[in-house]
């Protein structure tokens, strides 16, 4: 196997104090999709948050549980393959395993793909001293008759395996036990791989030269430092307060090795290093696995088939959407009587107290009802489609959505993985934003960005729902066939999303794509509590909050608008006006292009607003049918033309204040955050055109 035992160093002895506090700090690390957030979650139940590390736009969730009148800290690091890797979350689990301080490191491995997995361990159990393995999900190895010595793989790593089950408490009592008694002993055999005895020389020397800036271990320093990558060479030097004149010995000592390494003709040395622990933990799997090959699940043959694959992804999408459309109907309307109804009631109260009536229309019918549309038109498809989109998530699916697409998005000479930030922004643009993160390349990152607005948002799904359903659809099964419409129109915008990130990436982005290993996890039974808890709060009322929060300012414009006159007609009238004849152009008129201007903080309220600016009325108007909108956008000169328009500009179209936020933060450039802004609109206004102009000479 080739391991040896590695000294401790003085460190232990410096920290042993340091675990008599009331607070201990843990890291927990682990491979994408090894279960380390549902172990983070049941050790930590509702004592969490999430936020940014500083530094980093990467947000990392933190919580704590008590045990034996100990609190201990859990920091849930982004999942992550290697040390070696280079996206931001990846950065940002490497970065705080090296240069953080914290006294213990939990590394959670998948006991259903074991190999894999143990080529991160062994690079923790060279750069940390205090240690434990998590050998979680062994439920479902041994569904698999998969059958691991743990005693075996303990005794060969030197440091401690606990057997784990995020639904198991007693694995999980274990685990604490175990931490606590790592706490208090330390670990003092572990044992590292060990390399090429050249490379092994070099690193003895590196060590010796670093020992005079710590009394820490060094191994794992020693080993980065001889790859010359020059970013994190200057971490380390930070890290150790090594000064400038220090800096250039450090520096001849690590070309004195690297020559020495070519001599020796070792003239590749990361991937030798590399290659070496790949091999060291082939062979410790094959001491301590019964060796059952995990073979691919037969129902993948046919998810990722060419013939199959994409058509059953959209089979699926379109499933979800009629269960959204279908299922929010009502819950969308009893909620919008129940929010009107407490409207009422708050408008009654401010007339008893004598409230003057400029105050009382501006909070009622211009902040209130503004609210009331935002949370009834969007909670209820949000609290059906999250919940959908997290169980295809837990269950596995998703990265098949992504593999059946990464051919489409390599042919736009993008990353394969925009496509699960595309899948995220059908949700809420915003997250598919933050979701960009996952792709390492800057370049291929900010055409995930640009190009998630094209996708539309749960915001936009009641305008495209109601204007499909009025002037396309006839006779039964009505929202089965929106949901085929809408389907459609979806994969449209999919189409334009490869379009457009091709031009973009042959122009103003240039550049190949870059590769990367999608990873397919294993089928899992989705936790249905844990999803709904996490979907509702951390996706639907996250994102409905930050909605509320600009469309409450939102109802105040709209009121001013509506109700501040010059020559007797309001300033909205007289805004809608001067767009009319721009707005002709493209198949729309003043009204629609002044409720896009409009609906900028919140998509949900397009539709209203057109509907107030018809009637004439001063405030959000509610309609009782979608007859009865049918008829009053008839009446103004609706036409299928202009149906086909007004979906096409919801579509695509500037992204909503939440999003170009979020868009600012992500790029933290203006020029990038004007572009996202220009970008879907000059496609949706294109595309308008182009129907308009058929509709004329046909």
Not at 501 to 517: A, D, H, R
Not at 551 to 577: C, F, K, M
């Amino acid at each position: 196997m080739g391991l040896t035992n590695a000294s401790v160093g003085n460190k232990l002895l410096k920290k042993q104090k340091d675990f008599s506090k009331n607070e201990i700090k843990i890291a927990l690390i682990g491979n994408p999709n090894v279960g380390k957030s549902s172990i983070f979650n049941a050790l930590t139940g509702l004592n969490q948050h999430t936020g940014n590390w500083p530094g980093k736009t990467v947000e990392l969730a933190k919580g704590n549980y008590t045990y034996n009148d100990k609190t201990y800290t859990l920091i849930d690091l982004p999942g992550t393959y290697s040390l070696f890797s280079s996206s931001k979350e990846e950065e940002v689990s490497k970065d705080f395993i090296c240069f953080e301080d914290h006294d213990l490191t939990v590394v959670v491995l998948d006991s259903t793909m074991l190999e894999r997995n143990l080529n991160l361990a062994s690079q923790i159990i060279e750069t940390k001293d205090n240690i434990i393995i998590c050998l979680n999900l062994i439920d479902e190895a041994k569904k698999k008759n998969i059958k691991i010595n743990t005693k075996k793989l303990q005794e060969k790593l030197g440091i401690p395996v606990v057997e784990t089950c995020a639904n198991d408490k007693k694995s999980l009592s274990n685990l604490k036990k175990e931490i606590e008694k790592q706490c208090i002993k330390k670990t003092e055999n572990k044992k590292v791989i060990t390399y090429d005895d050249k490379i092994e020389d070099v690193i003895k020397k590196m060590q010796i030269t670093l020992k005079k800036y710590t009394n820490n271990s060094t191994r794992f320093l020693s080993i980065k430092l001889l790859e010359k990558n020059k970013l994190f060479n200057k971490q380390i030097f930070s890290f150790l307060k090594i000064n400038e004149e220090d800096e250039k010995y450090v520096n001849e000592v690590i070309d004195n090795c690297q020559n020495y390494l070519k001599e020796n003709g070792i003239t590749d040395y990361q991937n030798t290093i590399i290659s070496n622990i790949i091999k060291s933990n082939h062979k410790l799997y094959e001491e301590v696995t019964n060796m059952n090959e995990n073979k691919p699940s037969k129902i993948d043959y046919i998810l990722t088939s060419k013939k199959f694959g994409i058509p059953i992804m959209i089979l699926f999408l379109g499933i979800i959407l009629w269960l959204t459309i279908s299922g929010s109907n009502y819950p969308s309307l009893l909620l919008s009587k129940l929010l009107f109804k407490i409207n009422d009631i708050i408008g009654n109260f401010l007339i008893k107290i004598n409230v003057p009536k400029t105050i009382y229309d501006l909070l009622i019918n211009g902040v209130l009802k503004t609210l009331s549309w935002v949370i009834s038109v969007m909670l209820p498809p949000m609290a059906i489609f999250f919940p959908l989109f997290t169980l295809l998530e837990d269950s596995g699916f998703l990265p098949r959505i992504a593999f059946n697409l990464d051919k489409l998005f390599n042919k736009a000479k993008c990353h394969g993985k925009q496509a699960l930030s595309m899948c995220m922004g059908l949700g809420c643009n915003a997250c598919g934003v933050v979701g960009a993160r996952i792709i390492d390349s800057p370049r291929e990152r900010l055409i995930a960005i640009l190009t998630n607005a094209l996708v539309p948002c749960n915001g936009r799904f009641p305008s495209l729902i109601a204007i499909i359903t009025m002037f396309f659809i006839t006779g039964a099964f009505g929202s089965l066939k929106s949901s085929i419409l809408l389907t459609l129109t979806l994969v449209l915008a999919v189409i334009v999303t490869l379009i457009t990130s091709k031009i973009l990436s042959i122009s103003i982005l240039k550049g190949m794509p870059s590769s990367f290993v999608l990873e397919m996890p294993p089928y899992r039974k989705p936790q249905i509590k844990k999803v709904l808890v996490r979907s509702i709060l951390d996706r639907t009322i996250f994102v409905l909050g930050r909605a509320v929060s600009v469309a409450a300012p939102a109802g105040v414009i709209i009121w001013v608008l509506s109700n501040v006159s010059i020559n007797n007609v309001s300033i909205l009238n007289h805004l809608v006006t001067s767009l009319d004849p721009f707005a002709k152009l493209f198949g729309l008129d003043g009204t629609i292009l002044m409720a896009f201007i409009l609906g900028f903080p919140a998509n949900e309220i397009v539709i209203p607003i057109i509907i107030m600016s018809y009637m004439g009325n001063t405030t959000l108007t509610d309609y009782s049918s979608l007859i009865e909108l049918k008829q009053l956008l008839v009446a103004h000169g609706w036409t299928i033309k202009t149906a086909i328009c007004t979906i096409l500009f919801t579509l695509f179209h500037f992204p909503c204040s939440t999003t170009i936020l979020t868009i600012k933060k992500e790029t933290n450039s203006k020029l990038w955050t004007i572009i996202s802004f220009i970008l879907p609109t000059f496609i949706g206004l294109f595309l308008c055109f182009i129907v308009n102009l058929i509709f004329r000479i046909f």
